[in-house]
């Protein structure tokens, strides 16, 4: 629903055994102009005629009959059978004036969210209001006004006007609960609805304007309002819904400062937690053979008795098609005094077989290699290490057969010749 300048208005009359009255009040409100968009009749379970007579006089009429009893209850169910844009509430006794509804429905264009009717503006007036009741509702009306801050001059007053979105803000109780067993009413269902209305449309803030009205004296038949029971009613409803306004305010207050507390101040950034570093995994142990670029500096491993220390001014031939760099540069790593696995690589001090293996240690299985303490003491005691597999080639002699272990690198040498003859 949009609000416009040309709303549809639904006009909502609650009666009970009001046929005679109808017969008058239908045709005037079918004859203004601008014309309403629908009439709704809601029937309190009449028992003259008044169903039959609203379809006779206006056969466009719409009727339905109310789920409980009371005036508060017939409203509720008219409001929720509306179609139109705005809802105008009209008592079928009579007493309103339907040449006022352009009137409430301008004042709504106007901007008002609330339109309500007052006998005692300029322009407005009763002829059918007594001493006493005038009294009664003068007292009432300063009590709401002491307690919702409003200027009402005339609370109890039963026509009225509004837009229809603002229905949910009204809170009426629900048409189709059930009528409670000892014969009651349920809260808002009595003639306590226009004191109800105005004091939830007061303290939902709501834009209210007072329209000057003039009310008329019953056409036929009595009134249904109990002058001290109602106004009883009313009294109580005005207390009751000081205490809901004050409720419902303290829970506006909490779910706002809920949302503050989760809200971050304007202007500072919502920074997301740092994701927590992965551990890695554990580096591999010196044992894996590493590229010639990444490996340490080689330590140069001890001369042989009697014979001084080569260095390799140029590539030297290992055997065939094998070539290691002038430089020295190994791709394994030394241990100490003695090069480590050397993939088939001839160092100058000592030989080493092609895959990798000392001589003496078949099927793969290495020497252990010497620390440079133990070297420079002329000790061999052996130091366990764990170096990477290495594949024979195919050209390869394999080594069987146990080896004595020589210390230094002519016993090696030798030993090699001997077992080579």
């Not at 009666?15 to 017969?23: G, I, K």
């Not at 008002?112 to 322009?123: I, L, N, T, W, Y």
């Not at 048409?175 to 009595?190: N, R, V």
Request: charge should be neutral.
């Amino acid at each position: 629903m949009q609000r416009n300048g040309n709303p549809r208005v639904s006009v909502v009359v609650p009666t009970r055994n009001e046929a005679r009255n109808l017969e008058v009040v239908l045709p005037a409100i079918a004859a203004v102009r601008p014309a309403v968009h629908e009439i709704i009749i809601v029937d309190g379970h009449s028992v003259d005629g008044t169903i039959e007579t609203a379809q006779r006089v206006l056969p466009w009429v719409k009727v339905i009959t109310q789920t409980r009893k009371g005036k508060g209850n017939a409203m509720a169910c008219g409001f929720a059978a509306a179609t139109g844009d705005v809802i105008v509430m009209f008592d079928a006794d009579g007493s309103a004036d339907p040449a006022e509804i352009p009137r409430f429905v301008q004042a709504l264009v106007d901007g008002a969210d609330f339109a309500k009717g007052s006998r005692f503006v300029r322009g407005g007036g009763s002829d059918d209001i007594t001493l006493l009741r005038k009294s009664g509702n003068a007292g009432l009306n300063g009590v709401a006004n002491a307690l919702f801050g409003t200027s009402y001059t005339d609370l109890c007053y039963g026509y009225n006007a509004f837009w229809r979105d603002i229905l949910p803000i009204l809170d009426l109780p629900p048409i189709d609960l059930p009528q409670p067993p000892d014969g009651s009413m349920l809260w808002g269902d009595g003639f306590e609805i226009e004191t109800l209305l105005n004091c939830r449309v007061a303290a939902a803030g709501l834009k209210i304007t007072e329209v000057p009205s003039m009310e008329r004296e019953r056409i036929f038949g009595q009134t249904n309002l109990r002058t001290f029971a109602d106004g009883t009613r009313v009294l109580r409803t005005l207390a009751a819904e000081k205490r809901r306004a004050a409720r419902k305010k303290a829970e506006r207050a909490r779910a706002e400062a809920q949302a503050r507390a989760l809200t971050p101040p304007r202007g500072v950034p919502v920074v997301s937690p740092a994701p927590q570093p992965v551990a890695s995994a554990p580096q591999a142990v010196a044992s894996t053979p590493q590229p010639a670029s990444q490996a340490p500096a080689p330590h140069p491993a001890p001369a042989a008795p009697g014979r001084p220390p080569q260095n390799h001014a140029g590539p030297t031939h290992t055997g065939p098609n094998r070539v290691v760099p002038a430089n020295g540069a190994r791709n394994g790593q030394f241990n100490g005094a003695r090069p480590a696995q050397q993939n088939g690589h001839h160092t100058g001090q000592h030989p080493v077989q092609h895959n990798g293996h000392v001589p003496g240690h078949a099927n793969g299985q290495p020497k252990p290699a010497v620390p440079a303490e133990a070297a420079a003491s002329g000790q061999a005691e052996p130091v366990e290490r764990h170096p990477a597999p290495q594949v024979r080639a195919e050209n390869e002699p394999r080594v069987e057969g146990p080896v004595r272990e020589p210390r230094d690198g002519v016993s090696l040498r030798l030993a090699l010749e001997e077992e080579a003859s």
